[in-house]
């Protein structure tokens, strides 16, 4: 699986769109981009997906850039409970053997600020 | 609809006890696995079942025992805790691809 490079954290204020960027340089054409992010104390949650084209669904937008090498994941309109940290994760859609065998990095501390 | 519910949201242990951790699905998923996570690690997969009657060994297995009971129940046991099974843990089931869906997580303390 290629490795993702994300900053260690950011702000952002409440009710403005947060731009998580995620640096993906070795990415192969079949690895996918996932998104997760992890509330305190809660389990990680599913955001989005996506293998080239741009995604979105009602949590958020996902950016990827024509070459791969990276992407962005934009929530447009942040509120106090999107807090959290945010992992960007690259993964082959592999055999049932691979699936589910997440790795998560350290991720972006995202603190959203009145 | 619950998703995927664990039990018991926190457990403290002495050295040498052993728990079972339960996890439960209702969404008729396949797959389930069990991760631990500790301060600055991360996520490290522990056991996984792709499927009923199914069982493998993910990243850090050795201390630990999983049961798929059946479709719905993966139960991960510690048959003597240590103190360095200090953690806390989450289940997991899979709809399709990486798309996961996690519990709340058990916070596990071993004295």
């Known amino acids: 699986d290629a490795k993702t490079t994300q900053p260690t954290s950011m702000d952002c204020a409440e009710g403005r769109a947060a731009n998580l960027p995620c640096n993906h340089s070795?990415?192969?054409?079949?690895?996918?981009v996932y998104w997760y992010r992890q509330i305190h104390s809660q389990g990680p949650q599913y955001i989005i997906h996506?293998?080239?084209n741009n995604e979105t669904n009602e949590m958020a937008s996902l950016i990827i850039t024509e070459d791969r090498k990276s992407s962005t994941l934009i929530l447009p309109h942040a509120t106090l409970r999107d807090t959290a940290v945010y992992y960007c994760?690259?993964?082959?859609?592999?055999?049932?053997?691979?699936?589910?065998?997440?790795?998560f990095g350290a991720g972006t501390q995202v603190v959203v600020t009145p | 609809n619950a998703g995927v519910t664990q039990t018991p949201k926190f457990q403290v242990l002495k050295t040498g006890q052993s728990m079972t951790l339960q996890c439960a699905q209702d969404?008729?998923?396949?797959?389930m696995y069990w991760y631990r996570q500790d301060p600055g690690m991360g996520l490290r997969l522990i056991y996984y079942?792709?499927?009923?009657?199914?069982?493998d060994k993910g990243e850090v297995p050795n201390g630990y025992n999983v049961s798929r009971l059946n479709k719905r129940e993966f139960s991960l046991r510690l048959e003597s805790a240590a103190p360095s099974q200090t953690s806390v843990y989450f289940c997991?089931?899979?709809?399709?691809?990486?798309?996961?869906?996690f519990g709340s997580g058990t916070q596990l303390s071993v004295l």
């Open positions: 996506g293998l080239k």
């Open positions: 997991a089931s899979r709809e399709f691809g990486e798309k996961l869906f």
């Open positions: 070795t990415i192969s054409g079949n690895e996918y």
């Open positions: 994760i690259v993964r082959v859609y592999g055999t049932t053997d691979s699936w589910g065998k997440l790795q």
């Open positions: 079942s792709a499927s009923e009657g199914t069982t």
């Open positions: 969404m008729n998923h396949n797959s």
